[in-house]
């Protein structure tokens, strides 16, 4: 194996044929970081190994959304703004493309033209991957994407603790009759027994809601909040503390709608509101679930119709990344090993 300062692809191993060592990035001394294909963080293609301990998929489906469309890029902008993550993770102190083999899988082919029928493909999808032995980091997309994702996670770990970072709750009943959209995916979960209802959090909301019964039903269903303005004034340490406790032991999936973040830090998203996190807090309370059993999660609602300078595709790139590192840092998979927070 090449030295994890600049791992290669394509260059020093053979493609289409298992390996024993993890193949990682585009050596970016040989190819420049802003040529070539533009997989996440330049990694190999699933075809190019003969394994995948990691698989990022796109699903570029937004026909979920109840304002601004355009979700439906958020894969391609985030792959590209990907360019420029490097193999070693300071703020973990790990290599997770040396440690696990990450593959970008391409993406699922959702219908945009039918809810009920897009679900079934982003389920099978994640299906067809996890049966091969991947865990799934899914950049979206609309947030309804987070249903199927989790049904396919649960056939293999039974019911998740979940941390759902995002400025809404996304536990409402139905919007225009609908019960499939980007604002009712955890309502559904919940009612199938796919969510431990000990185990679930909102991080990061904020904003107007319908009404009170909205936090009251949101309650009902299990779910514990921390608002943006208590990840300021309890500060990241204390927050992580909570998340931790609540957790425990329990397979856990974690849920990134990047609206979660300020305007200011992502305002490449559909239904942006003021007040938000930084971006360094939503990494910051991310690092601090290093050693957890993390199952399966996704990045959603990039919009890059709404984005400046890359601005909202950059962030969420770097949470795709401490995702994929929070994996190699999982203790239960046999790939793993070394590297500490």
Partial sequence: MTEPTEATHAVDQPVGQPVDEPVGPVDSSRVPRFAGPATFARLPRADEVGRADVAVIGVPFDAGVSYRPGARFGPAAVR??????????????????????????????????????????????ADELAGAGARLVTIGGDHTIALPLLRSVVRRHGPVA????????????????????????????VEEGL???????HVGTRGPLYGRSDLAADAGLGFGLVTSADVMRRGVDEVVEGLRSRIGDRPLYV???????????????????????TSRELLEVLRGLAGLQLVGADVVEVAPAYDHAQITAVAASHVAYDLVSLMALDPTTSTTAGGNR
């Fill in 195 to 201: 969510l431990d209802p000990g185990a679930l959090t």
């Fill in 80 to 125: 590209d703004a990907s360019r420029l993550l490097r193999p070693h993770h300071p703020g973990l102190d790990v290599d997770p493309f040396a440690l696990q083999q990450v593959v970008d899988a391409g993406d699922v082919v959702a219908n945009p033209f039918s809810i009920d029928e897009a679900i079934t493909q982003v389920e099978a999808g």
């Fill in 255 to 277: 849920s990134v709608d990047i609206d979660v973040l300020d305007p200011a830090h992502a305002p490449g998203t559909g239904t942006p509101e003021a007040g938000g996190m």
């Fill in 162 to 189: 979940l941390v759902h970072f995002d400025a809404h709750l996304d536990t409402w009943d139905t919007y225009f009759g609908a019960p499939y959209t980007h604002g009712t995916p955890f309502r559904r979960a």
